[in-house]
């Protein structure tokens, strides 16, 4: 059973910037690829940002692209979301999650998920 911890969140005013982090262990993130997704009250969880296996590069949703940016520090074993001009709309629980194949950004692809960490922005 591989665990995921996140961490970061909080309240912000629009236009300002959050980092997220999440914990795994050295095992999740040599194998397992990793990505944020993010739910609203009332909405499907949908797909954020994801590193993937190829290449190592990352894809983007097209309302975060050119915002957000999704890293990993493989000592740390973390992996982080970097938010900046964020907007109200970007308000809701976020995900990070591990998968072994599958798409990149569809939830059911992910085999683990972590609690998730509240991000609230303001207007």
């Known amino acids: 059973q591989e665990q995921l911890v996140e961490s970061g969140g909080g309240l912000v005013q629009a236009g300002d910037s959050l980092r997220l982090s999440c914990a795994a262990s050295?095992?999740?993130?040599?194998?397992?690829?990793m990505a944020w997704f993010r739910q609203a009250p009332g909405k499907e969880r949908e797909f954020v940002a994801a590193l993937t296996w190829v290449g190592g590069g990352s894809r983007y949703a097209d309302s975060v692209k050119g915002r957000f940016t999704i890293s990993k520090d493989n000592a740390k074993n973390t992996l982080y979301l970097q938010m900046n001009s964020l907007e109200p709309e970007d308000t809701a629980v976020y995900y990070c999650a591990a998968r072994r194949g599958g798409s990149w950004d569809t939830p059911r692809s992910y085999d683990y998920w972590g609690q998730g960490t509240q991000v609230t922005v303001s207007s």
């Open positions: 050295a095992r999740t993130f040599s194998n397992y690829a």
